[in-house]
């Protein structure tokens, strides 16, 4: 059995306040303050042939200048190659925005500190067993395009667990779910419900806690009130569901047993539902794709569509709820498309070169990073194709190209279907190329 070591290190990367956050348009005015910290989580994977880099980030999305610089940084200092490392992001809307020449130099500082996080995981490297299992979380999101619309019912972790006794090094949980429980009112900076969940994790069950977001493009958060207390609240529900999935984790493939009295004997007592993934060999690849940008209508047509839709909007009666949920999407849309055109300037008829990754962790578990906001629909097609048991899909990872809606999704118009900068026959094309790197990594091993 291969041995595989692993580490993992929480480095802070909170800038100073007075510059622009991300995450919201209508958001008025810059950072004031911090609430509770921005930070770089990662975990580096050894098996003796291969190190694997994961760093997930508390950032709206990371921009492929961050992930070019970080990249560089760790295979000059760690020795982990480029393509064998992962940066992603947790997508709170209360980090700052890394868009922009301004940027440059806040790019440059986070992605030394991306490094210096790897670096310190890779000096706290032990013999480790990996296991994981999934646990039920159905009360905390809901489609946001639809409110009896799909949305991730579990969550996936995967716990590196020492060797004997001892914290684990890293418990990682996967769900998809938009990090808005704050809104565009907020000023301050904040992990949002995702760095609630990692810490309550950090303190119940040991070692890092690491937060992968997934397909969430269409999944928000569930909340009484757009503020902290809140984040606490569905932080909590997540971190504690998913503390309680790891720590019944740990006696797989140890044991537990209780004294029987009345044999004077000990008992053992199988433990919940989980894994200890076999056959752990490291590997990461990655593939370019080109995508066709999107055409877009012109945008005084837009701008005239817009005016009409909330004329028409405006003189509907409140009881008039069929019409006016057929409109809305449609002036969502169009509002969306003129952000588009104003933050990205896709260009029609050319195409351009994106990322997807994937790594190999063990015989029953990858990892998909994909570069922007999927659907959840998408993301569930791209696990199910995958043909692994414990798929991990990690959206918003190595750069962040907007959303992916499906081909499907574009009749039903809406605000994921504006804020698409690619042909919507582009998200079929990273999903079958995402499910092809997958396969790829098992395929070789059967020639």
Not at 54 to 72: H, K, S, Y
Not at 97 to 119: F, N, Y
Not at 148 to 161: D, F, K, Q, S, Y
Not at 383 to 394: E, H, S, T, W
Request: a negative charge; hydrophobic letters at 45%; aromatic letters at 4%.
């Amino acid at each position: 059995m291969t041995e595989v070591q692993a580490g993992a290190a929480v480095v802070e990367i909170t800038p100073g306040v007075g510059i622009a956050m991300a995450g919201y348009g209508a958001r008025q005015g810059v950072a004031t303050g911090i609430h509770d910290p921005l930070c770089a989580r990662a975990l580096v994977l050894d098996d003796g042939q291969t190190a694997l880099a994961l760093v997930v980030c508390d950032l709206v999305g990371v921009p492929a200048a961050l992930t070019r610089q970080a990249r560089e940084l760790i295979a000059h200092e760690c020795g982990i190659q480029a393509a064998n490392v992962c940066i992603a992001a947790t997508h709170t809307h209360s980090g700052p925005l890394l868009r922009g020449p301004e940027s440059d130099a806040l790019i440059a500082v986070t992605a030394r500190k991306i490094c210096g996080a790897v670096q310190m995981a890779r000096q706290q490297m032990r013999p480790v067993t990996l296991k994981t299992t999934r646990t039920n979380l159905e009360t905390i999101a809901q489609n946001r395009r639809h409110p009896n619309g799909p949305i991730a019912t579990t969550a996936t972790i995967l716990l590196a667990a020492p060797r004997g006794s001892g914290a684990p090094v890293a418990t990682l949980v996967n769900y998809a779910c938009h990090a808005t429980v704050l809104e565009h009112d907020n000023l301050l900076y904040s992990a949002d419900f995702p760095g609630v969940a990692v810490r309550l994790i950090e303190r119940a069950v040991g070692g890092s806690g690491i937060y992968m977001q997934g397909a969430a493009g269409d999944i928000n958060p569930v909340w009484m009130r757009h503020d902290f207390d809140e984040a606490e609240r569905i932080g909590g529900i997540l971190g504690a569901a998913a503390a309680r999935a790891a720590l019944e984790l740990r006696p797989l493939g140890e044991g537990q047993w209780a004294v029987n009295l009345s044999w004077s004997e000990l008992t053992p007592k199988e433990p919940p539902h989980g894994m200890v993934l076999s056959d752990v060999r490291l590997r990461a690849v990655r593939s370019v794709l080109e995508l066709p940008y999107r055409s877009f209508p012109p945008r005084a047509e837009i701008e005239r569509e817009i005016e009409d839709l909330t004329r028409r909007l405006a003189a509907l009666s409140d009881e008039a709820l069929t019409e006016r949920r057929a409109l809305r999407p449609l002036l969502n849309q169009r509002r969306a498309e003129l952000a588009t055109l104003d933050l990205y300037a896709p260009q029609p008829g050319r195409t351009r070169a994106v990322e997807i990754q994937a790594m190999r962790i063990a015989a029953e578990c990858a990892i998909v990073a994909l570069p922007g906001e999927f659907l959840i629909e998408t993301g569930q097609e791209i696990a199910r194709r995958c043909g692994v048991a414990y798929p991990l899909i990690c959206g918003y990872a190595n750069d962040y190209l907007s959303y992916f809606p499906a081909p499907h999704h574009v009749p039903e118009a809406g605000y994921e279907v504006g804020r698409a900068l690619f042909a919507p026959e582009a998200t079929e094309t990273i999903a079958a190329g995402a499910v092809e790197l997958v396969r790829a990594l098992y395929e070789e091993e059967k020639q």
